[in-house]
Structure formats: C-alpha cells, structure tokens
Nanobody, 126 residues
Framework: QVQLVESGGGLVQTGGSLTLSCAAS????????MGWFRQAPGKEREFVGA????????HYADSVKGRCTISRDNDKNTVSLQMNSLQPEDTAVYYC???????????????????WGQGTQVTVSS
C-alpha cells in the first residue's frame, strides 16, 4: 500500500515562509501525480498544487501561484511545498495525496486521489 506522511507544519507570522514535506512509502508504479490540498474549518478541501513523478510537470491554484513552489525527489520519494508571503487566509490543514489519474484537469479534483496523508497544520498569525 502507499503511505503518505506530511511534516513541516507549524506557526508562522504573516509574510513568512514555510516548507512542507510529504514522504511516500511503497510507491505504486501506477502513481502518476502527487498533489497538495488544504482545508480550513468550515470550508471545502481546496487544491493547492500538484506535480507528476516522471516529468515533474507542475500545476498551481491561482490563489497560490507565485507564492508556492512544489518539487519532488524521486530517489527519496518525497514531495515538498515551499510557501512564501503567507497570509492568515492560508491557515488550514495541508494534505498530500497520490493519484493514478492524470488527464485534463484531474489533478485539481480531490476525488482523483486514492491515497491521502493525515495532514499537517499550518497557522499564519496576523
């Protein structure tokens, strides 16, 4: 099975930076995309970014484009999300996920991802 573990969350001041990591174990050959999502209390789970394992193609939500950078280390089976210029609106639980689907804009949909981590809390103080 594929197991995902997030780390790197914490408390940061407005305008600060934070880097989240996702470690994947027993990665399936059918896994094509690693995605980052976030969910704030009372809100829907929101797409943040995604990257393909093989080609490293990156996708970002408009809300974070220019402030976030997603990267991968295929040898270590890890995916990172670097976030800059953080705002209180970025406060949420951040999840990494693995998907075996990659077509059109499937990476933006949480339903496309089969495996999920437990999440890591990011809190941006104002």
């Amino acid at each position: 099975q594929v197991q995902l573990v997030e780390s790197g969350g914490g408390l940061v001041q407005t305008g600060g930076s934070l880097t989240l990591s996702c470690a994947a174990s027993l990665r399936s050959s059918s896994t094509y995309v690693m995605g980052w999502f976030r969910q704030a209390p009372g809100k829907e789970r929101e797409f943040v970014g995604a990257i393909t394992w093989s080609g490293g193609r990156k996708h970002y939500a408009d809300s974070v484009k220019g402030r976030c950078t997603i990267s991968r280390d295929n040898d270590k089976n890890t995916v990172s999300l670097q976030m800059n210029s953080l705002q209180p609106e970025d406060t949420a639980v951040y999840y990494c996920a693995a998907s075996g689907i990659y077509y059109d804009d499937s990476y933006r949909n949480s339903g496309s991802y089969r495996y999920w981590g437990q999440g890591t809390q990011v809190t941006v103080s104002s």
